[in-house]
């Protein structure tokens, strides 16, 4: 139980283009999901943290405008990074609360974004 | 401010037993977690504690010391497979998880 997908697991882009990245809990519903960037060799960084049909509170740093979160419903959360720079190149990756574990936070598999 | 504070990277020998440690400070506290992350993956979970004590779980165990702010993960009869970066985390009073900046743990034959 507690799985959480992405989707897509990598994408390649061009700069200035959008690109979506969707993130499901498949057997639980989610309270709560975060998204967090990783650069190579640096640790997880929250970027914000979104509640099922309320904005997405944004870490400081972090431009709500450029990272667009949309939590519709309890197992869908989707970040969308628009107009995408070659400095947007990163891991991204959604973890999911909710379940019977209102603590623990399950972790998707990330998804890799270049952009050239 | 909050804090969490890990080694950097440690060596250990295929076969040995390695103790990470972990020390932190933040606004409140619901339990520390220990995420295992292999290069280009996304962290898995190994343990969570909220009560001071030992937790067992196969090869691994974690430790918490809430009035020393203090944790540890033990790894035992290390495997080759066990090298990467272990994370810890503290979920704080508005349950974020705070985390470490990770150790890199290097396994040699």
């Known amino acids: 139980g507690a799985v959480v997908s992405q989707h897509p697991s990598w994408v390649i882009c061009k700069s200035g283009t959008s690109v979506k990245i969707e993130c499901r809990s498949l057997d639980f519903q989610a309270t709560t999901m975060f998204w967090y960037r990783q650069f190579p060799k640096q640790s997880l960084m929250l970027m914000a943290t979104s509640n099922e049909g309320s904005k997405a509170t944004y870490e400081q740093g972090v431009e709500k405008d450029k990272f667009l979160i949309n939590h519709a419903s309890l197992t869908l959360s989707t970040l969308t990074v628009t107009s995408a720079h070659p400095e947007d190149s990163s891991f991204y990756i959604c973890?999911?609360?909710?379940?019977?574990?209102?603590?623990?936070?399950?972790f998707g598999p990330g998804t890799r974004l270049t952009v050239l | 401010g909050q804090n969490i504070d890990q080694p950097t990277e440690m060596t250990a020998t295929e076969g040995a037993i390695v103790q990470i440690n972990c020390t932190y400070q933040t606004s409140g506290f619901n339990g520390l977690f220990w995420y295992q992350q292999h290069a280009g993956e996304a962290p898995t979970f190994l343990s969570y504690n909220v009560l001071d004590g030992l937790e067992e779980k196969g090869r691994f165990s974690s430790f918490l010391s809430r009035s020393k702010g203090y944790s540890y993960l033990l790894l035992k009869e290390l495997q080759m497979k066990d090298s990467a970066s272990y994370l810890c985390?503290?979920?704080?009073?508005?349950?974020?998880?705070?985390w470490g900046a990770g150790t890199k743990l290097i396994i040699k034959p």
């Open positions: 985390a503290v979920s704080n009073g508005n349950y974020q998880l705070i």
């Open positions: 973890s999911a609360r909710g379940g019977t574990s209102d603590n623990e936070q399950f």
